[in-house]
C-alpha cells in the first residue's frame, strides 16, 4: 500500500506543476499497479494444506518477460472448480469460500495469484494478463466444470472462457467488473487528473493496445447465451462498483440469476457467511 500511496501523492504533485508527460506516464503506474496485502494467519494455514504448482504467463506489456504465476489446488475430486480473485487481491482472499468447498469431497478446487498479485511475479499488471493466467491454469488442469470469480476475476473469467470456447456447468460472478473505461476515468478523477490530462491517457491506451478501453466492457465481451447456468451476487450499495452499470448488464441478460448482498460492501462480500454458504450451495446443486 506504501507504494500505491506514493504513487497518487506524485499523480497530484504532477497535476499541481502542470507536467503533462511525466503524468500520462505514471497514470500507467496508478491504473496498472495492484497493490498487495500481506496474508493473514489462516490464509498461510489454509495455503499451507494446498498442492502448489506453477504456470507460466508471457508479459508484453510491462516487463518484456515470462511471468511465474503460483496456483493452488486442494482436493482431488471429479468436479474441478477454478476460482479468479480481483484487483489487488489474491486467492488466499477467497479462505472462507475455499475452506467451505473443501468440504465436499467431489470437489478439487484450483485458485491463483495473477500476475503482479500476491506470491506472483510482475510489478504490473492488467485484463490481459489476469484472462492469459486463467487460460494457462485450464491449460495445466484441464476445463474447469465451475468457474468463481470476484470483481475483476470475474470480467477475466468471461474473456478466457469465451475465447477458449468452454461453458462451464455453472458460473457464479461476485461483484464483478463491468465497464473498464469508466473505471479508469474513476480512478483518475478520484486523484484530481484533469479531463484532457484522462483523454490523453486513454488515446494512448489505445496507441498501445490498438483500442480504447471502452472495447473491454462486460456487454462486449459476455458472448453465453442463455442456457449457461449464471448466478450473479451483487451489492448495490457498492460505491466500487456502481450499480447502475450492472443493471444495463443484467437487462440485456435476463438469464442471468441474482441475489443482492445489500451492504456487503465490494472488498468484504467475498468474506460474507451468507454468500459463502450460498455459494456452496449453489456449487453442490451443479453437480
Given at each position: 500500500?506504501?507504494?500505491?500511496?506514493?504513487?497518487?501523492?506524485?499523480?497530484?504533485?504532477?497535476?499541481?506543476?502542470?507536467?503533462?508527460?511525466?503524468?500520462?506516464?505514471?497514470?500507467?503506474?496508478?491504473?496498472?499497479?495492484?497493490?498487495?496485502?500481506?496474508?493473514?494467519?489462516?490464509?498461510?494455514?489454509?495455503?499451507?494444506?494446498?498442492?502448489?504448482?506453477?504456470?507460466?504467463?508471457?508479459?508484453?506489456?510491462?516487463?518484456?518477460?515470462?511471468l511465474q504465476v503460483?496456483?493452488?489446488?486442494?482436493?482431488?475430486?471429479?468436479?474441478?472448480?477454478?476460482?479468479?480473485?480481483?484487483?489487488?487481491?489474491?486467492?488466499?482472499?477467497?479462505?472462507?469460500?475455499?475452506?467451505?468447498?473443501?468440504?465436499?469431497?467431489?470437489?478439487?478446487?484450483?485458485?491463483?495469484?495473477?500476475?503482479?498479485?500476491?506470491?506472483?511475479?510482475?510489478?504490473?499488471?492488467?485484463?490481459?494478463?489476469?484472462?492469459?493466467?486463467?487460460?494457462?491454469?485450464?491449460?495445466?488442469?484441464?476445463?474447469?466444470?465451475?468457474?468463481?470469480?470476484?470483481?475483476?476475476?470475474?470480467?477475466?473469467?468471461?474473456?478466457?472462457?469465451?475465447?477458449?470456447?468452454?461453458?462451464?456447468?455453472?458460473?457464479?460472478?461476485?461483484?464483478?467488473?463491468?465497464?473498464?473505461?469508466?473505471?479508469?476515468?474513476?480512478?483518475?478523477?478520484?486523484?484530481?487528473?484533469?479531463?484532457?490530462?484522462?483523454?490523453?491517457?486513454?488515446?494512448?491506451?489505445?496507441?498501445?493496445?490498438?483500442?480504447?478501453?471502452?472495447?473491454?466492457?462486460?456487454?462486449k465481451l459476455y458472448?453465453?447465451?442463455?442456457?449457461?447456468?449464471?448466478?450473479?451476487?451483487y451489492d448495490e450499495?457498492?460505491?466500487?462498483?456502481?450499480?447502475?452499470?450492472?443493471?444495463?448488464?443484467?437487462?440485456?441478460?435476463?438469464?442471468?440469476?441474482?441475489?443482492?448482498?445489500?451492504?456487503?460492501?465490494?472488498?468484504?462480500?467475498?468474506?460474507?457467511?451468507?454468500?459463502?454458504?450460498?455459494?456452496?450451495?449453489?456449487?453442490?446443486?451443479?453437480?
Amino acid at each position: 500500500m506504501k507504494k500505491l500511496k506514493r504513487i497518487v501523492q506524485d499523480v497530484k504533485t504532477l497535476v499541481t506543476e502542470n507536467m503533462p508527460n511525466e503524468l500520462n506516464t505514471l497514470l500507467w503506474q496508478l491504473i496498472c499497479y495492484p497493490p498487495k496485502i500481506p496474508l493473514r494467519l489462516q490464509q498461510e494455514q489454509l495455503l499451507a494444506k494446498a498442492e502448489n504448482f506453477s504456470v507460466i504467463v508471457d508479459d508484453p506489456y510491462f516487463t518484456n518477460q515470462r511471468l511465474q504465476v503460483n496456483c493452488f489446488k486442494w482436493g482431488n475430486g471429479s468436479t474441478r472448480v477454478l476460482i479468479s480473485h480481483g484487483w489487488g487481491s489474491k486467492a488466499m482472499d477467497f479462505d472462507g469460500l475455499i475452506n467451505a468447498l473443501k468440504e465436499n469431497p467431489n470437489l478439487q478446487i484450483i485458485a491463483f495469484d495473477a500476475p503482479a498479485n500476491g506470491s506472483s511475479e510482475g510489478d504490473l499488471s492488467n485484463l490481459l494478463l489476469f484472462a492469459n493466467a486463467v487460460k494457462a491454469v485450464i491449460a495445466a488442469k484441464g476445463e474447469p466444470d465451475i468457474a468463481i470469480g470476484h470483481s475483476f476475476g470475474t470480467m477475466a473469467n468471461v474473456s478466457a472462457l469465451t475465447d477458449l470456447c468452454i461453458t462451464p456447468k455453472l458460473l457464479i460472478s461476485i461483484a464483478p467488473f463491468i465497464l473498464l473505461q469508466e473505471n479508469f476515468i474513476r480512478s483518475m478523477t478520484a486523484v484530481g487528473v484533469p479531463a484532457d490530462a484522462q483523454q490523453a491517457f486513454l488515446d494512448d491506451f489505445k496507441s498501445r493496445y490498438g483500442i480504447y478501453p471502452s472495447e473491454y466492457a462486460m456487454q462486449k465481451l459476455y458472448k453465453f447465451d442463455d442456457t449457461l447456468n449464471h448466478w450473479l451476487a451483487y451489492d448495490e450499495l457498492d460505491t466500487m462498483l456502481p450499480d447502475a452499470y450492472l443493471q444495463v448488464f443484467l437487462q440485456a441478460h435476463p438469464s442471468i440469476k441474482t441475489k443482492n448482498y445489500s451492504g456487503a460492501g465490494h472488498e468484504r462480500i467475498i468474506k460474507s457467511a451468507e454468500l459463502i454458504a450460498d455459494v456452496a450451495d449453489k456449487v453442490n446443486e451443479a453437480l
